[in-house]
């Protein structure tokens, strides 16, 4: 009994010593390190653009005259053959586990995401946390092949934008793979994708030379796209996206401001917003309730009115109300053109409703497009600053 003991310890850590150790390792000179891809539609199939890390300039503690990163481009039908087969482009493999940002040309979103989106929810070596972004007015290789002027990785750039932009601004929105295939294949529910933009049409942006020159950074954060199922149908501007924001209440700090003869310019800055989403039957018929309250303070007054009185505190919460209410009925107008119902409407009709849900599922495209929202916006100032009524009247010395 003693030696049976002895043999199983013994066998137990003999197979222990075949556990140990990274059986898949890489050495980390044989890697390339992609930072953000790129797919748009060609008439091959698709276009990819990989944007990968440049270990010289890197690397190098002298100023060095070339680009952070490298571009490499292959053209075909399917996404994992074409990272393979860069392999004949690049002396080292193609590593995509530190990628950031995933961009789609608009006509490739056009023709559906949902392939790509197995692919990249499929494959292993891809986080949960990239960014997803469709390419405004431009293709997502014209994109990649620009250079930032903030930071010497365009891609750490786009990515640091989308995340700063989503906490402090409701003009835009950051989209993860997760949530963006739920919205994709649940009933009742439409995606809506952050977009990016060139800002300069100057021949030579992807050199440093001609970056130099230019007076802002040539990538931004621009707008949302809106999707039917898994393909691309529009585009919301930014009052459209901040209305957005607003009815889902997926804003936690930004910044606006309402002018008129009687109060000025006065800029406010939201705090704090809570969203109440529910939805009733009326005569058989589905009604959206949305209620709305803001918590704001006063972080900047033009004119020459007196804050100090409740009743001119009240005036601007009334504007500020009018204004908000405009930006959400017209983003919910929209999306109504085009039956695509970004907001999760028919969610709330599924959840509570689910025997009417299923007499309107088939045809919600057009359902949405019929069904009444009810708004009500709650607006209060709670802070009007530490200053008070400003020290300066607009007049001039004489």
Request: with cysteine; charged share 25%; net charge neutral.
């Amino acid at each position: 009994m003693k030696l049976k003991k002895i043999f199983a310890i013994l066998l137990s850590v003999a197979l222990c010593l075949g556990l140990t150790g990274c059986w898949n390792s890489r050495e980390l000179n044989t890697l390339a390190f992609a930072t953000s891809l790129g797919l748009d539609k060609t008439d091959k199939g698709i276009l990819m653009t990989v944007q990968v890390f440049n270990p010289r300039a890197i690397a190098s503690q002298k100023t060095v005259n070339e680009t952070y990163v490298i571009i490499y481009t292959q053209e075909g039908k399917d996404i994992m053959e074409m990272v393979r087969r860069m392999i004949t482009q690049s002396p080292r493999k193609i590593n995509v586990t530190h990628l950031q940002t995933v961009i789609f040309g608009e006509e490739f979103a056009k023709e559906g995401i949902g392939p790509a989106l197995d692919f990249f929810s499929r494959e292993h070596q891809f986080r949960t946390d990239i960014y997803f972004t469709v390419a405004y007015d431009s293709t997502a290789n014209q994109i990649l092949r620009t250079q930032s002027k903030l930071d010497a990785n365009p891609s750490n750039n786009l990515f640091s934008s989308i995340k700063s932009s989503d906490q402090i601004w409701a003009g835009s929105k950051s989209v993860k793979i997760i949530e963006l295939i739920n919205s994709i294949i649940s009933d009742g529910k439409e995606a809506v994708v952050t977009g990016v933009e060139i800002t300069s049409r100057r021949p030579g942006r992807d050199t440093l030379g001609e970056l130099e020159k230019m007076e802002d950074d040539p990538i931004r954060v621009r707008n949302l796209a809106f999707f039917k199922g898994d393909k691309f149908a529009g585009w919301l501007d930014e009052d459209e996206c901040k209305g957005y924001n607003y009815l889902m209440g997926n804003v936690w700090d930004t910044v606006g401001y309402v002018e008129a003869p009687e109060i000025g310019k006065i800029t406010t800055e939201i705090t704090n917003m809570e969203a109440d989403r529910n939805v009733e039957l009326v005569n058989g018929k589905p009604v959206i309730h949305v209620s709305l309250k803001f918590r704001s303070n006063i972080e900047n007054v033009t004119g020459t009115l007196d804050i100090s009185k409740v009743e001119n505190l009240r005036k601007i919460e009334m504007l500020c109300e009018k204004k908000l209410k405009k930006q959400c009925l017209k983003s919910l107008a929209h999306t109504k053109e085009y039956g695509s119902d970004i907001f999760g409407f028919g969610e709330l009709i599924h959840r509570k409703y689910p025997s009417y849900w299923k007499t309107v599922k088939e045809n919600w495209s057009e359902e949405y497009k019929q069904v009444p929202v009810d708004l009500k916006i709650d607006y209060e100032i709670q802070r009007t600053g530490t200053l008070g009524n400003t020290f300066f009247k607009g007049g001039s010395k004489k």
